[in-house]
């Protein structure tokens, strides 16, 4: 896969459905983009995709629930790659509410200012009202922005966590269990080391006790922005998170390599 890629929705509970995008890292594979459509008597809608996929997302959107219908949509984070449809949604449903934070609010408005009204400020440890159910916002162990928010849904008894527990993949998969598990614990850990290189700062014991709240909740199914859906892998995956601290850091390639890929692209 060398071009970012939108696959079939498919549903990771009866109630949640994944929008699974992918986009290429060079010589290290495929990362997993997802959004999610959460089917409360309120709909929420988790993230809206890769830019480049604006036109197909929209398409597996429609596929999955009238953009109309939602209520919410709650961004993961202000990173680009959970953007790419946002502003079509806001246009699309103007009654759509934007569930974010304090800074990452303030984070858009360096870009694309989100209006205030539209905007609905959630802090980790508070709860969500949508009909139905109260979804509890969560600080995920490790995270690459300030205002990472991921959610716990008790009604389906699922994790979604953002950019944590993401996992480099050589191909699509369905399901995390589908990935043979060295592949999966090596992905996982070279994502968290590229994505949140902070954790070799961090004392381990610390950190493992950051994932205990976690674990309390008993998830039955993890949903993270970068891998496929997890269910009944939560401990499996929080024990790889766990080794991350002691992991050798990540280099990324240096300038021979680049001169050797602009080398091949001029010849």
């Given amino acids: ?9 498919y549903r990771a509970t009866p109630e949640i459905h994944v929008l699974p995008g992918y986009f ?13 459509v959460i089917e409360a008597e309120e709909p929420v ?13 929209q398409e597996a959107l429609r596929s999955v629930i009238d953009p109309a219908d ?11 790659d959970h953007l790419g449809s946002l502003g079509w949604l806001l246009d699309e449903n103007p009654d759509l509410r934007v569930v ?31 009909g139905d159910r109260e979804l509890l916002a969560i600080k995920p162990p490790s995270f690459d922005a300030p205002e990472t928010t991921g959610l716990y849904d008790p009604a389906s008894g699922a994790l979604l966590t953002a ?34 290189p902070w954790l070799h700062q961090v004392d381990a014991g610390s950190f493992a006790s950051t994932i205990e709240g976690l674990r309390a909740l008993e998830p039955e199914v993890v949903l993270s922005s970068h891998l496929p859906a997890a269910p009944g892998m939560a ?9 991350v601290p002691a992991c050798e850091p990540w280099v990324g390639p240096g300038q021979p390599v680049l001169a050797e890929i602009l080398a091949g692209a001029g010849g």
């Fill in 100 to 130: 974010t934070t304090f800074i990452g609010v303030g984070k858009m408005s360096l870009y694309a200012p989100l209006p205030l009204e539209r905007c609905y400020w959630l802090n980790p440890g508070e709860s969500l009202p949508v």
């Fill in 45 to 57: 809608l988790v993230d809206t995709g890769l830019a480049p996929l604006q036109a197909e997302f």
């Fill in 1 to 9: 896969m060398d071009q970012p890629t939108m696959l079939a929705p």
């Fill in 235 to 243: 401990d499996e995956l929080f024990g790889m998170l766990e080794q």
């Fill in 70 to 80: 939602l209520r919410w949509l709650w961004l993961a984070h202000t990173d680009q």
């Fill in 163 to 196: 950019d944590c527990l993401g996992a480099l993949m050589s191909e699509p998969a369905q399901e995390a269990g589908d990935i043979e598990p060295k592949h999966l614990e090596e992905g996982l850990m070279l994502w968290a080391t590229i994505d949140t």
């Fill in 24 to 36: 290429p890292i060079p010589t290290l594979g495929i990362i997993p983009s997802n959004a999610f």
